[in-house]
């Protein structure tokens, strides 16, 4: 697991938006952190892809109902990241605990950008994307190793 803070509590492109339409799901990695990006019928979202049921990888299911379904017991999840239904028991409340881990997520400039900690800013300005005269050319990914503080 990354641990640098620097890197943490900052924004970072996991994907392009357009390749999340409604009711999709998507695995993403970052910093060494498996995300799952979904999008209901009206926002995207980022979580950890763990359903802390069972462990299961939220990515591998699906989205009903504007809710991210789990593909392994079949638990579902409000956009708050709140079990709100076991359909093995329709009638019983789900436990408080049953709560998936939430990140920050946003668009800007045709990306999904997701942060893992606590922001102090926003994306950074990029004024040439609203400009005609650049042409905007989509590339990558691309996997290098790469660390951005010093090492001890």
């Given at each position: 697991?990354i641990?640098?803070?620097?890197?943490v509590?900052d924004?970072?492109?996991?994907?392009?938006?357009?390749e999340i339409g409604?009711?999709e799901?998507?695995?993403a990695?970052?910093?060494?952190?498996?995300?799952v990006?979904w999008?209901?019928?009206?926002?995207?979202?980022a979580?950890?892809d763990?359903?802390?049921?069972?462990?299961?990888?939220?990515?591998?299911?699906?989205?009903q109902?504007?809710?991210l379904?789990?593909?392994?017991?079949?638990?579902?999840?409000?956009?708050s990241?709140g079990?709100?239904?076991?359909?093995?028991?329709?009638?019983?409340?789900p436990p408080?605990?049953a709560?998936?881990?939430?990140?920050r997520?946003?668009?800007?400039?045709?990306?999904?950008?997701?942060?893992?900690?606590?922001?102090?800013h926003?994306?950074?300005?990029?004024?040439?994307?609203?400009n005609?005269?650049f042409?905007?050319v989509?590339?990558?990914?691309?996997?290098?190793?790469a660390?951005?503080?010093?090492?001890?």
């Amino acid at each position: 697991m990354i641990d640098d803070s620097v890197l943490v509590h900052d924004w970072h492109p996991v994907a392009r938006s357009s390749e999340i339409g409604s009711g999709e799901v998507r695995q993403a990695r970052l910093l060494e952190h498996d995300v799952v990006l979904w999008r209901d019928s009206a926002h995207l979202h980022a979580w950890q892809d763990l359903c802390p049921h069972r462990g299961a990888k939220l990515s591998g299911g699906k989205v009903q109902r504007d809710r991210l379904v789990c593909p392994y017991h079949g638990w579902q999840y409000d956009t708050s990241g709140g079990c709100v239904c076991i359909p093995a028991h329709p009638g019983q409340p789900p436990p408080a605990r049953a709560k998936a881990t939430v990140y920050r997520v946003t668009e800007k400039y045709g990306l999904a950008w997701v942060s893992l900690g606590d922001l102090a800013h926003e994306i950074a300005p990029f004024p040439e994307w609203e400009n005609p005269s650049f042409r905007k050319v989509a590339a990558g990914p691309y996997r290098f190793r790469a660390h951005g503080s010093p090492r001890d």
